[in-house]
């Protein structure tokens, strides 16, 4: 695949019933706007970009791709009780923010950039089918630097894990954000690979194939059980693992964080990062360090 390089990488996680005010306090420390009419999925969407590029000077081009599992469904729940429990019309902006591509808008406006701006939801591989759109705009020259994270909020995320028996999580907001170019130079970091498969043994075989390091570390998304976990590792040997979920906690979006948490904290290293859907359709991510 062409490659794309990782030239920053930022995760903001809290605990779960996060105050929307903290959230504001937070984002002060980036940007002086005051924004007011916004919800708690927008507010995590602008704090965890802006903690990510920071310091980086962005070209009005760059696009934005945010991937989410469950997207603004806490201001639509709320928006429904206005009409069916209190028999009233929402409030315009409650209205208007039910859609979860308005949070990306609000980030564009706030950084000024004028790219491509999408919205990507598929269950349990949203930020993996995220980045595979990245990779193809990337090869065809569509695009030239892009923002791509992942956002969930935690009171939305623990439906995500039915059918994960035995397992769970600290329930957290999750933010996770990369910025990412064609271009090495500065790069710390970059995609390798990402694929997908139809089933379990076409992902095993190819994973058979790769020669394995004890500079390769592993990570499960929350739909690989334990049981496979474990196969997976006698595979894998001699990776170490990175058990971002059991560390740091789980929201819809936790390979987003998953990942740039991995940029973050290990360096000289190369990870497969290891994920399903509830129709058994996998996906791998290869991201190697400098």
């Known amino acids: 695949m062409n490659e794309m390089y990782i030239h920053s990488a930022s995760t903001f996680i809290a605990e779960a019933h996060t105050d929307t005010n903290y959230l504001k306090e937070e984002i002060r420390r980036y940007t002086k706007e005051n924004f007011r009419r916004v919800n708690k999925f927008i507010l995590l969407t602008i704090l965890g970009a802006r903690q990510c590029i920071n310091t980086h000077a962005l070209d009005a081009d760059t696009a934005i791709y945010l991937t989410t599992e469950h997207g603004n469904l806490g201001e639509t729940a709320d928006v429904l009780d206005e009409i069916y429990e209190v028999n009233s019309l929402p409030k315009p902006f409650g209205f208007i923010n039910t859609m979860s591509s308005t949070a990306a808008f609000y980030l564009a406006q706030n950084l000024g950039v004028r790219g491509r701006n999408?919205?990507?939801?598929?269950?349990?591989?949203?930020?993996?089918?995220?980045?595979?759109?990245?990779?193809v705009d990337f090869a065809g020259g569509v695009e030239r630097s892009a923002l791509i994270g992942g956002v969930d909020e935690a009171s939305l995320s623990e439906a995500s894990l039915e059918g994960c028996a035995g397992r769970s999580w600290r329930m957290i907001d999750g933010s996770g954000w990369l910025y990412v170019t064609p271009e090495r130079e500065g790069a710390g970091g970059a995609f390798t690979e990402i694929r997908s498969f139809r089933d379990g043994p076409s992902c095993v075989r190819w994973m058979s194939e790769r020669e394995i390091s004890a500079a390769d570390v592993v990570a499960f998304g929350a739909r690989i059980g334990d049981e496979e976990a474990a196969s997976l590792r006698d595979i894998l040997q001699p990776a170490a693992e990175f058990d971002y979920l059991r560390e740091y906690g789980y929201s819809g979006s936790a390979t987003a964080c998953g990942i740039s948490m991995f940029v973050k904290l290990y360096q000289g290293k190369t990870l497969l990062h290891i994920n399903r859907d509830q129709r058994g359709n996998y996906a791998v991510i290869e991201l190697q360090q400098f």
């Open 118 to 135: 999408i919205t990507v939801s598929s269950q349990h591989l949203s930020f993996e089918r995220g980045l595979e759109l990245l990779k």
